[in-house]
C-alpha cells in the first residue's frame, strides 16, 4: 500500500457505500403510505431479510456511532420487545403473505440485552409472520461483557447459527480511552460456550484508528484473536463525528492516531490476517478460505447492504426496531429515530416509518457500479450500463473524479473496464464515490476514507 496516496487521499470524508443514494439523502416525503404501498408490491416470489434493531446497552462504548442509549431497567426493554412483535406483524400484514426469509440480523446496541424468553418469542413471531427457511442464516451481535449462559441458550433453541462479537481491541490502555474493558478471557469464554451450544459462525470486530492504539498493539489484538479461531473478521476504522456522536467527546481527540498512523494500523492487521491464511474480502472484512463470504467472493456474487459485506443475494430487506433501515426494490425507508416515537406509532397500527428515498433508474445503474467496485475493486462499466440501457461514455464522462484518481494510478480503465490497483484497494471508497452523483462531501458526516 501506498502512503503518499494515503497522504494526499486518506483524510477524506467518505460514505461506506452500504447503501447508494446514502442515508443523509432520505427524505420524509417517504413515509407510511408509500412504504405500505411498496411493501404490497413485493413481488410473488420474493424473499427477504429481516433485520431487527435493538437500541439498548449497559452503559456507553465511547466510539460507538450506533442509535443506542443505556438502560438500567428491564421494563423498558420489554416494553420494546413487544412493539417489535407488533410491527413484525403489522408489516406481514401489510405484504398480505408469509413471504419466504433467508437472513435475520439482531443488530444494537446489545441485542443480547433482551431477557432469554424475550428472544424466543421474538423469534417465534418472526417465524409466525415469515417462513424462515430451514437453511435461514440467523446472526446476532453480542456484547461478551455480558452474554449470559441463559441466552446462549435461548439462541441455540432459536436456531442462531452465527455470532458476532464485538472486540476492538485488547489493549488495556485504548479499552479504558474507550470505556469498553473486556478481557480476553471474557471472549474466549463466550466463543466456548458459542461452539458448545452449536453456534459455530463466529465474527470478530476489531478497529484501528482509536486513541493511544500503536500498529503493535493492533498486532497483539490480531494475534490474541486468532488464538480463538473467528471464522471471520470485520476490521473499521473508527469514525470521530462528535459532532453527531456527543458521547464522542469523552475521547481525547489529542490521542487520536493520525491518517498516516491509520494507514500504517490498517495494512499491519490486513496483512497480519492474510498470513494466517485469511481471505481479503473487499474493503474491510476477512473470512477463512473455505468461508461462505470468501466463496462468494471468489464466484463475484458478493453483496454489500447495511450490515457490510454479506452472501445475501436478495433484492428485500425488511428494518425493524428505532432507526432500522430497510431496501425494496422501490427504494429505502427509515423508521422513526426516537424509541418513543417509533413506539407510538406502532401503537397507533401505523408503520413507523420517518423518511427514505424513491430510486430513479439512474439510482439504480451507479447502485450497481458502487457495489462492483466495493464488492470486487473492479467493474465491467460497459456490462452494467448495457443491463440498464444506459451509454457507458456517458456515465465515465460524468464521473469526473475518475481522472486524478486514473492520474494517480489508483485507478485503471481498459476499455469500459475499471479496475483498482492491487496497492491502492484501501482506496476504493474514493473509487466508489467517483460514481456518486449525490455526494457533497462540504455537507456530510462521514468516516475517514483510510
Known amino acids: 500500500m501506498r502512503t503518499d496516496l494515503a497522504a494526499s487521499y486518506g483524510d477524506e470524508r467518505l460514505p461506506r457505500y ?14 407510511p403510505d408509500t412504504y405500505a404501498e411498496w ?15 435493538v437500541p439498548f446497552c449497559r452503559e456507553m462504548c465511547w466510539y460507538c456511532g450506533c442509535h443506542t442509549q443505556i438502560v438500567r431497567r428491564d421494563g423498558l426493554i420489554a ?37 432469554p424468553e424475550a428472544f424466543a418469542e421474538l423469534m417465534a413471531a418472526m417465524r409466525h409472520s415469515f417462513f424462515v427457511l430451514p437453511s435461514a442464516e440467523i ?16 439462541m441455540r433453541l432459536s436456531g442462531v447459527n452465527r455470532a458476532s462479537l464485538g472486540v476492538q481491541s485488547f489493549d488495556p490502555v485504548v479499552q479504558r480511552a474507550i470505556n469498553r474493558v473486556q478481557s480476553h478471557e471474557q471472549t474466549a469464554s463466550v466463543v466456548d460456550r458459542l461452539h458448545r451450544a452449536g453456534i459455530n459462525g463466529i465474527n470478530f470486530d476489531l478497529i484501528y484508528g482509536l486513541p493511544h492504539q500503536t500498529v503493535a498493539s493492533c498486532l497483539d489484538t490480531v494475534r490474541r484473536s486468532l488464538e480463538l479461531g473467528p471464522d471471520r473478521f470485520s476490521v473499521f476504522g473508527y469514525a470521530h463525528v462528535p459532532d453527531f456522536k456527543k458521547h464522542q467527546r469523552m475521547i481525547n481527540e489529542a490521542a487520536l492516531p493520525d491518517g498516516l498512523a491509520r494507514h500504517d494500523q490498517a495494512c499491519a492487521i490486513a496483512n497480519a490476517l492474510k498470513e494466517a491464511g485469511y481471505v481479503q474480502i473487499g474493503l474491510d472484512h476477512f473470512a477463512r478460505p473455505d468461508d461462505a463470504m470468501a466463496v462468494a467472493f471468489e464466484e463475484r456474487t458478493l453483496r454489500r447492504n447495511f450490515q457490510g459485506y454479506t452472501t445475501d443475494k436478495g433484492e428485500v430487506l425488511l428494518g425493524f426496531g428505532a432507526s432500522a433501515i430497510g431496501h425494496l426494490p422501490q427504494g429505502y425507508v427509515q423508521n422513526q429515530v426516537q424509541i418513543g416515537a417509533y413506539a407510538q406509532s406502532i401503537a397507533a397500527g401505523r408503520l413507523a416509518t420517518a423518511k427514505g428515498y424513491g430510486l430513479t433508474d439512474d439510482d439504480r445503474l451507479r447502485a450497481d457500479i458502487i457495489e462492483r467496485i466495493m464488492c470486487e475493486f473492479s467493474a465491467d462499466i460497459g456490462d452494467i450500463c448495457a443491463r440498464h440501457g444506459a451509454e457507458p461514455e456517458a456515465m465515465l464522462q460524468s464521473a469526473a473524479r475518475l481522472k486524478p484518481l486514473i492520474s494517480d494510478g489508483i485507478v485503471r480503465l481498459d476499455g469500459d473496464r475499471l479496475a483498482v ?18 455526494l457533497d462531501p462540504a455537507k456530510q458526516l462521514h468516516s475517514r476514507a483510510v
Open 79 to 115: 416494553a420494546y420487545q413487544r412493539t417489535l412483535r407488533s410491527e413484525i406483524a403489522q408489516v406481514s400484514e401489510t405484504i398480505g403473505r408469509r413471504i419466504k426469509v433467508e437472513h435475520i440480523h439482531f443488530g444494537g446496541g446489545t441485542p443480547t440485552i433482551m431477557a
Open 39 to 53: 411493501l404490497a408490491g413485493l413481488p410473488a416470489g420474493a424473499s427477504a431479510s429481516l433485520y431487527l434493531h
Open 421 to 438: 490497483a492491487s496497492d491502492s484497494r484501501f482506496l476504493v471508497r474514493s473509487v466508489a464515490a467517483a460514481f456518486d452523483a449525490h
Open 18 to 31: 452500504t447503501s447508494y443514494p446514502t442515508a443523509p439523502h432520505f427524505s420524509p416525503a417517504v413515509g
Open 139 to 154: 446472526a446476532v451481535e453480542i456484547d461478551p461483557r455480558t452474554l449470559t449462559s441463559e441466552m446462549v441458550e435461548a
